[in-house]
């Protein structure tokens, strides 16, 4: 399958947002409070998903309500308006009235559109008031988030397309929470090592009262967790979760793995790669090109921010450092190092 398959039409990010902001209806009046995850491909957005529909909002009369969902709106809409709109040229998506809306987005990993992409641009387009807008900004140790693309992504794109697209992404990613700051917009960052280093209850609940603080500091409206907010996600229904998207997309052996945290996972769980295991899949040159570009770097700064907006502890990642030692001993072991692939 080649890329080539990903673009077709060629025209700005900004003419995108246009034509994608005229195709979402929503109630001027009443507009929802938003909670939107937003992150790069494979740093847990998908179990964010299930964290916020196992969990529930209390309303002003004690009444306990689910949390909406909304599954990639905005790129599924990048995505058929890169396709022209051929597939389905009255795509259109209406934002619910409801207490509390979960909206997720993952930048990446197809193409250079996708790891640009802002989606928030799309509600500036709207005319949708920010302050309704709380953002997440999800990202995760940067080797493993990276190794998870090729494990992915790699028998259908190549591997320098993934590596650059994975840099671009982690800018855009960055750009987004700097023009949040900018704006004063508060926000949150969320880390996956969060659940690593404090139980994934602990960061639930950080989370939730950031969010309560935002939109329900005022009211007696609470987003509250349950037995299925870290836990029992099998137990969830998973029927109409998934926005429609043009086919092109649709390839049941990578979509099987993208979905899986939400379609069988049963718990909020972390788990990374060994050095060993990275220091199979992701190349030397590779690990090169991401530290010249900065990515440890950009990694430290959500570590940060993850700290100082949620209020957990979070350690400081090694992992770039512990790869090289493993090239360094295979090489001295006379190992033979991978080589570049395609």
């Given at each position: 399958?080649?890329?080539?398959?990903?673009?077709?039409?060629?025209?700005?990010?900004?003419?995108?947002?246009?034509?994608?902001?005229?195709?979402?209806?929503?109630?001027?009046?009443?507009?929802?409070?938003?909670?939107?995850?937003?992150?790069?491909?494979?740093?847990?957005?998908?179990?964010?998903l299930n964290v916020f529909r196992g969990s529930r909002i209390d309303d002003i009369d004690g009444v306990t309500h689910p949390i909406t969902i909304g599954y990639q709106i905005f790129k599924a809409g990048l995505r058929h308006g890169m396709l022209d709109w051929?597939?389905?040229?009255?795509?259109?998506?209406?934002?619910?009235?409801?207490?509390?809306?979960?909206?997720?987005?993952?930048?990446?990993?197809?193409?250079?559109?996708?790891?640009?992409?802002?989606?928030?641009?799309?509600?500036?387009?709207?005319?949708?008031?920010?302050?309704?807008?709380?953002?997440?900004?999800?990202?995760?140790?940067?080797?493993?988030a990276f190794a998870s693309w090729i494990d992915m992504w790699s028998s259908i794109i190549p591997r320098k397309t993934l590596l650059e697209n994975f840099i671009t992404s982690s800018n855009t990613l960055r750009e987004i929470r700097e023009q949040m700051k900018t704006a004063g917009i508060p926000y949150s960052t969320l880390l996956y090592e969060s659940i690593r280093d404090n139980s994934p209850d602990e960061t639930a609940n950080a989370l939730f009262n950031q969010i309560n603080q935002r939109f329900f500091e005022k009211s007696r409206k609470r987003v509250i967790t349950t037995e299925h907010?870290?836990?029992?996600?099998?137990?969830?229904?998973?029927g109409g979760l998934f926005t429609d998207q043009p086919t092109v997309y649709e390839v049941p052996e990578i979509d099987e793995k993208?979905?899986?945290?939400?379609?069988?996972?049963?718990?909020?769980?972390?788990?990374?790669?060994?050095?060993?295991?990275?220091?199979?899949i992701v190349l030397p040159e590779e690990v090169k090109r991401l530290e010249e570009t900065g990515i440890p770097q950009i990694y430290e700064e959500f570590r940060l921010d993850c700290e100082k907006t949620l209020g957990i502890p979070i350690k400081e990642s090694n992992s770039f450092k512990s790869i090289k030692e493993v090239f360094t001993r295979r090489s001295s072991e006379g190992k033979v190092m991978p080589t570049n692939r395609k």
């Amino acid at each position: 399958m080649s890329t080539s398959q990903y673009k077709l039409a060629d025209r700005p990010l900004k003419q995108y947002y246009e034509e994608i902001a005229s195709r979402i209806k929503w109630n001027r009046d009443n507009p929802p409070d938003i909670a939107y995850v937003i992150g790069l491909a494979r740093t847990g957005t998908s179990a964010s998903l299930n964290v916020f529909r196992g969990s529930r909002i209390d309303d002003i009369d004690g009444v306990t309500h689910p949390i909406t969902i909304g599954y990639q709106i905005f790129k599924a809409g990048l995505r058929h308006g890169m396709l022209d709109w051929r597939e389905n040229p009255n795509w259109n998506f209406e934002l619910p009235v409801t207490p509390l809306f979960y909206m997720k987005h993952s930048i990446g990993p197809y193409s250079d559109e996708e790891s640009r992409y802002n989606p928030l641009k799309v509600f500036e387009q709207m005319g949708f008031p920010l302050r309704k807008i709380f953002p997440i900004f999800l990202y995760r140790d940067p080797l493993d988030a990276f190794a998870s693309w090729i494990d992915m992504w790699s028998s259908i794109i190549p591997r320098k397309t993934l590596l650059e697209n994975f840099i671009t992404s982690s800018n855009t990613l960055r750009e987004i929470r700097e023009q949040m700051k900018t704006a004063g917009i508060p926000y949150s960052t969320l880390l996956y090592e969060s659940i690593r280093d404090n139980s994934p209850d602990e960061t639930a609940n950080a989370l939730f009262n950031q969010i309560n603080q935002r939109f329900f500091e005022k009211s007696r409206k609470r987003v509250i967790t349950t037995e299925h907010t870290t836990k029992k996600w099998d137990e969830l229904e998973t029927g109409g979760l998934f926005t429609d998207q043009p086919t092109v997309y649709e390839v049941p052996e990578i979509d099987e793995k993208v979905h899986h945290d939400v379609k069988a996972k049963k718990s909020w769980e972390y788990k990374m790669k060994t050095p060993d295991m990275l220091a199979s899949i992701v190349l030397p040159e590779e690990v090169k090109r991401l530290e010249e570009t900065g990515i440890p770097q950009i990694y430290e700064e959500f570590r940060l921010d993850c700290e100082k907006t949620l209020g957990i502890p979070i350690k400081e990642s090694n992992s770039f450092k512990s790869i090289k030692e493993v090239f360094t001993r295979r090489s001295s072991e006379g190992k033979v190092m991978p080589t570049n692939r395609k």
